[in-house]
């Protein structure tokens, strides 16, 4: 099975600090991504990963950048936290087009920022 | 711009009856169709896709959906729910061929179960 792990499963953090979140999946993916979910809103695409050293933006970067030195891992960073931020942040990694394009997903990491 | 609806946020079934949960996107070009399920607290896991063949797909715990072309759809039917079905679904939807294509995912719809 797929396995992606997301490194925290709940964090509390202040305003202003810098945060990160850490996603590592165990299935040579080349692509991975990070959403946020927010009631009502569904899943929104943060960034997204297809390769090493690559990354594109998604619908709302703003606030927000990573970084994927590794195949494996993938790293969501919100430079200066703000309480908007708030929310259930979600890893996800495919194959891509070879597999049919299944994206599978971590737990989800819930943050909140006071 | 590309999109998907899923007509009703909350839907609450009695145990036993016909699940219905609706999904539509916005572009006639046929794509790739998800419909995904979160039970609290946890990720998303997908249920079914399709990807070409067969317009009726099955997926697991006994739920199964249709792509209908002509109508842009996608709905998700389970025909006689359990309580352990109560979750978040959602529907997503991917166009273009390549591995960078980017999933869009519709708001989701919470299904409710009575006992």
């Known amino acids: 099975d797929v396995k992606v792990t997301q490194s925290s499963r709940y964090l509390v953090k202040r305003t202003g600090e810098k945060v990160f979140l850490e996603c590592v999946q165990d299935m040579d993916h080349e692509n991975m991504f990070w959403y946020r979910q927010d009631p009502g809103l569904g899943l929104r695409l943060i960034y997204f990963s297809y390769d090493v050293k690559m990354k594109e933006k998604g619908d709302i970067p703003e606030g927000y950048s990573v970084s994927r030195e590794k195949k494996e891992r993938f790293s969501l960073i919100l430079e200066s936290a703000s309480t908007n931020q708030t929310s259930m942040y979600l890893c996800?990694?495919?194959?891509?087009?070879?597999?049919?394009?299944?994206?599978?997903f971590g737990e989800g990491s819930w943050l909140t920022v006071v | 711009a590309q999109s998907v609806t899923q007509l009703g946020s909350h839907v609450s079934v009695s145990e036993g009856a016909l699940v219905l949960l609706r999904c539509n996107y916005s572009s006639s070009v046929p794509p790739y169709l998800f419909w995904y399920v979160q039970y609290p607290n946890q990720g998303l896991q997908l249920l079914l896709k399709?990807?070409?063949?067969?317009?009726l797909v099955k997926g697991i715990n006994g739920f199964e959906a249709e792509f209908k072309k002509s109508e842009t759809s996608f709905h998700l039917t389970k025909p006689s729910a359990h309580m352990s079905d109560a979750a978040e679904y959602f529907c997503a939807v991917m166009y273009g061929y390549s591995s960078a294509s980017k999933i869009i995912f519709g708001s989701g719809t919470r299904l409710s179960i009575r006992p």
């Open positions: 996800a990694s495919s194959a891509g087009y070879s597999s049919g394009n299944t994206i599978y």
């Open positions: 399709y990807t070409t063949g067969a317009t």
